[in-house]
């Protein structure tokens, strides 16, 4: 999914030389024609830290401005699992699985509790 002027955005790697951290997330404020995106980052208090032009494999979608909406969590998971190398993802995939049988256990262990 592209992102579009006044999405945001979440760096999914670190950028050193810029003090960007994974997990940060900024403000498409211009949209490039080679998937490269003008991302404004601020603090706490709306100062600017950095404007950064970023690739579209360094962040994912986070939030549509047009919808005024969050983007799933789902889709946020799967935009990051579709740029790791296949090891990776086959561990995430894994890991996932794990959670999916530990919730469902414990599911069932509160419906043995309660009687339903």
């Given at each position: 999914?592209r992102p579009d002027i006044g999405d945001i955005?979440?760096?999914?790697?670190?950028?050193?030389?810029?003090?960007?951290?994974?997990?940060?997330?900024g403000a498409v404020v211009h949209c490039h024609?080679?998937?490269?995106?003008?991302?404004?980052?601020?603090?706490?208090?709306?100062?600017?830290?950095?404007?950064?032009?970023?690739?579209?494999?360094?962040?994912?979608?986070?939030?549509?401005?047009?919808?005024?909406?969050?983007?799933?969590?789902?889709?946020?998971?799967?935009?990051?699992?579709?740029?790791?190398?296949?090891?990776?993802?086959?561990?995430?995939?894994?890991?996932?699985?794990?959670?999916?049988?530990?919730?469902?256990r414990s599911l069932g262990v509160k419906a043995?509790?309660?009687?339903?």
């Amino acid at each position: 999914m592209r992102p579009d002027i006044g999405d945001i955005v979440e760096i999914v790697r670190d950028i050193p030389e810029k003090h960007l951290r994974a997990g940060m997330q900024g403000a498409v404020v211009h949209c490039h024609s080679n998937d490269v995106y003008e991302v404004e980052f601020v603090d706490e208090h709306g100062a600017t830290l950095d404007f950064s032009a970023l690739d579209a494999d360094q962040c994912i979608l986070v939030w549509r401005a047009a919808t005024r909406q969050w983007i799933p969590l789902a889709e946020q998971a799967s935009a990051l699992v579709a740029g790791l190398p296949d090891e990776a993802a086959r561990q995430v995939l894994d890991f996932a699985r794990f959670l999916s049988v530990r919730s469902c256990r414990s599911l069932g262990v509160k419906a043995a509790q309660t009687g339903r």
